[in-house]
């Protein structure tokens, strides 16, 4: 059965990983993907393929809950973190139902398999032969995400739930006589690159 509508913002969530990535400086060789479901807004945060359920909840409540509180709901995978006793446990005394999907229903699950897909196209747009920072660019790529027009809601998920259009670095990167060249340089690049990523969703939304 596919999962019920949710009423409100960062109510009910769904929770994924995108694995197999080159490892980078920091050490990092995954990324874990939140998506809120009603606003469709998500969170990419990078962390380790080895973590266990207790790096992942301190994870979890460090980038999300601090940010959005307790969800009602999070969905996700059959995998051996949210199988576990403590994970069970952890949200059962929070009053949080989980829902875990099957391998052989993966629909339940969707939204953040299609949110994870199109990651992995920004992440090729933007890394490209700087195949071990893309770390570095997670939080540029997240603000490009929540920032374009979502297919199901007409809205960006920025604008469901703050109300107003996110500024963007177009607003601010012609800067009259700028003193600064790093500066600068710094502006034009975030530009170009968000400039980019726009045209990489737009593609990955066609086909």
């Given at each position: 059965?596919?999962?019920?509508?949710?009423?409100?913002?960062?109510?009910?969530?769904?929770?994924?990983?995108?694995?197999?990535?080159p490892?980078?400086?920091?050490?990092?060789?995954s990324?874990?993907?939140?998506?809120?479901r009603?606003?469709?807004?998500?969170?990419?945060?990078?962390?380790?393929?080895?973590?266990?359920?207790?790096?992942i909840?301190?994870?979890?409540?460090?980038?999300?809950?601090?940010?959005?509180?307790?969800?009602?709901?999070?969905?996700?995978?059959?995998?051996?973190?949210?199988?576990?006793?403590?994970?069970?446990?952890l949200?059962?005394?929070?009053?949080?139902?989980?829902?875990?999907?099957?391998?052989?229903?993966?629909?339940?699950?969707?939204?953040?398999?299609?949110?994870?897909?199109?990651?992995?196209?920004?992440?090729?747009?933007?890394?490209?032969?700087?195949?071990?920072?893309?770390?570095?660019?997670?939080?540029?790529?997240?603000?490009?995400?929540?920032?374009m027009?979502?297919r199901?809601?007409?809205?960006?998920?920025?604008?469901?739930?703050?109300?107003?259009?996110?500024?963007?670095?177009?607003?601010?990167?012609?800067?009259?006589?700028?003193n600064s060249?790093?500066?600068?340089?710094t502006?034009?690049?975030?530009?170009?690159?968000?400039q980019?990523v726009?045209?990489k969703?737009?593609a990955?939304?066609?086909?």
């Amino acid at each position: 059965m596919p999962l019920p509508v949710p009423a409100t913002i960062w109510k009910d969530l769904s929770l994924d990983f995108v694995l197999g990535l080159p490892r980078t400086k920091r050490g990092n060789d995954s990324i874990m993907v939140v998506v809120d479901r009603f606003s469709k807004m998500a969170h990419f945060v990078d962390c380790k393929k080895t973590f266990d359920a207790l790096n992942i909840a301190r994870l979890f409540f460090n980038e999300i809950v601090r940010l959005h509180g307790i969800p009602r709901s999070l969905t996700s995978d059959r995998d051996v973190k949210f199988v576990s006793h403590f994970w069970r446990e952890l949200w059962k005394r929070l009053q949080t139902d989980i829902n875990l999907s099957s391998a052989y229903h993966p629909q339940s699950d969707g939204q953040t398999e299609v949110v994870n897909r199109t990651l992995g196209n920004m992440l090729r747009c933007l890394v490209q032969e700087y195949s071990k920072r893309w770390d570095e660019l997670l939080s540029q790529a997240e603000f490009a995400y929540n920032s374009m027009p979502n297919r199901s809601t007409g809205l960006s998920p920025f604008h469901v739930v703050y109300m107003k259009a996110p500024n963007h670095t177009v607003d601010v990167a012609v800067l009259p006589k700028c003193n600064s060249r790093i500066a600068a340089q710094t502006a034009e690049h975030f530009t170009q690159m968000l400039q980019d990523v726009r045209l990489k969703l737009e593609a990955s939304n066609e086909q």
